[in-house]
């Protein structure tokens, strides 16, 4: 099925640190969103983003919506262990409205 | 109910078997989706329905997958003559409706195919 890619797959970091992460995609999306899933749970909402350049932050969590609208950033800043799960970006694809998930980043934070 | 419920939370099943996996989204949700999860890959979208409208099930992988809606509320989809490759989480989201950004999910069901 139709995915967007995402990098890193995985990351491992101590806490306290900034994490960066990003979304590809090869056609445009109008909205782009992040998504994060705690083990054993179905993915909640973080941030969405509406506009080409738009930066947006919620907490310790800043998201920017690429210029080309091809792609997206999200960083966290100053990591704590509850940070732990798999982050996913979303895209809307405007022709069909379906909301397409990115593959996924694995988010491991050590004590 | 307060959050989109799916049932059963796992479920281990013979190769060939089929299943039937049910979602009830939360009332008053006109958009409901179904993902699958499976093992180190993202989220694949499988089908949603929006209101009346014809469901899209552009993502359902073979003809032995389909969904239906009852009473725009509670869906079930069905995996027939389960294969191992069929094993995933498979997650149910509904939404206020198709172009809200805001999915709630429910927590999913493990399947298993042995």
């Known amino acids: 099925g139709q995915q967007l890619n995402q990098s890193p797959q995985s990351m491992f970091i101590q806490e306290g640190e900034d994490v960066s992460m990003n979304c590809t995609s090869s056609?445009?999306?109008?909205?782009w969103l992040w998504y994060k899933q705690d083990p054993g749970e179905g993915p909640v909402l973080l941030i969405a983003l509406y506009k080409a350049g738009e930066l947006t932050s919620n907490g310790r969590l800043t998201a920017q919506f690429g210029i080309t609208r091809k792609d997206s950033f999200l960083n966290i800043s100053a990591s704590i262990p509850s940070d732990v799960g798999i982050y996913f970006c979303?895209?809307?694809?405007?022709?069909?409205?379906?909301?397409?998930f990115g593959t996924g980043t694995l988010l491991a934070v050590q004590p | 109910g307060a959050g989109v419920s799916q049932s059963p939370s796992n479920k281990v099943t013979e190769k060939g078997k089929d299943v039937e996996l049910r979602c009830d989204p939360i009332?008053?949700?006109?958009?409901l989706y179904w993902y699958r999860q499976s093992l180190g890959q993202g989220l694949e979208f499988l089908i949603y329905?929006?209101?009346?409208?014809?469901?899209?099930k552009s993502g359902l992988p073979s003809d032995r997958f389909s969904a239906e809606r009852t009473g725009g509320s509670v869906s079930t989809l069905t995996i027939q003559r389960t294969q191992q490759e069929d094993s995933a989480v498979y997650l149910c989201?509904?939404?206020?409706?198709?172009?809200?950004?805001?999915?709630?999910f429910g927590s999913g069901t493990q399947l298993s195919v042995l």
């Open positions: 989201a509904s939404s206020l409706d198709i172009a809200a950004e805001k999915l709630f």
């Open positions: 329905f929006q209101g009346n409208s014809a469901p899209d």
């Open positions: 056609s445009i999306f109008n909205t």
């Open positions: 979303a895209g809307r694809d405007g022709a069909t409205n379906k909301l397409i």
């Open positions: 009332s008053g949700h006109t958009a």
